[in-house]
């Protein structure tokens, strides 16, 4: 909830995108845009990449310990640059109930829900948070790259509901993610919380080091973990104490990663306009018996149909596969096309997801992907990749 890490490769001691840029020549030429904490972060010695308009920590020290850092310790992540919009009034309930697949109603105060956001054929437009922070408010939080588009969708949608107000909170809050099996212990120790009280997805407003803090738990790595919403100021002062806690900075490389082994899904990777929940595996997030919602009809379709293709996590024996590589079998050939791929420190092998036809997705499948020219074996496996609880055992 990255979402993503560009393709990098370094070339002399500047850090190239696929498109041939530096990132300091890219930053500049299009003003991409760079969070409050960004000076914190230069000072820690950060690798910057552009990244859906921002300007993003790649890694701090090495991408493989900030990694290991969150699976078997702690780290924290400025992740501010992800959407934080605000639905109030009246109308909000009904509102979001309409435009997501979740059921909001039955979402209680001080709580969220993981929610796919729809058109009108099922596609998937993003898939965000919805926490609800009053009877009728809500805060959202949003990909990166879909703020625009989900600020529209509400606002396009809005009209044939009571009146309510649609604010974009992003470059107004700034949000930190602090992750990892001893996240808890370090909420305790800095913010003075009582970590029993957070349930997952909760929210809460709480005061710590002088301000104000809005604290959920929530991530996007697996672990345990909190996500802290507050104003620029207060994340500074967040950001420090945190560091100073001996909590380890990670960057945009590490939580890809990350969220890679647990097999979570990512916009314009595996979730996209086109690709239904059905689809990606998503149907649990669904829920048909709410009423009408946008892209019900033909996702309903969809199910009694069947999908064409579905999303599958898979294991290689060696090698690292990447998006775009196309999946094979020895018997028929071309089955699908990888999504995203990486390697696994726990597990040290390549994994990844991609689509396959639907017939072929069943787990331990033998199947070969094609990466620049050769065939690389390995088979179809189950998601998350790995057990969090055992990840020390197994590092």
Known sequence: MPRTVLTICKKGNAYVNHAGLNQEQESRGNMAKRTPLFHEQQQLGAKFTEFSGWELPLYYSKIIDEHMAVRTSSGVFDVSHLGKINVKGAGANDLLQFVTTSDVAKIEIGRGAYTLFCNSIGGIIDDDIAYRLEENEFLIITNASRIQTIMAWLNDNKYDFPPLQIRNLTTKLCLLALQGPKSPDVL????KEDTAR???YSVRNI???GNKFTVMR???T???GFEILCDPKAAISAWK???SAGVKPAGLGARDMLRLEMGYPLYDHELTARITPIEAGLLRFVYFDKGEFIGRSALYAQLEKGAEKKLVGFVLDSGIAREGSIITVPSNGEIG????????PILRKGIGMGYVKSDYAEYDMAINIIVRGKSLTG??????FIEKRSVSAVA
């Open 379 to 384: 088979h179809i496996a189950k998601r998350p």
């Open 207 to 209: 005061s710590a080091l």
């Open 218 to 220: 929530s991530g996007y």
């Open 222 to 224: 697996g672990e345990e």
């Open 241 to 243: 104490a945190l560091i």
């Open 188 to 191: 305790r120790a800095v913010f």
């Open 198 to 200: 957070y349930k997952q």
């Open 337 to 344: 096309k990888v999504t995203s791929g990486g390697f696994s």
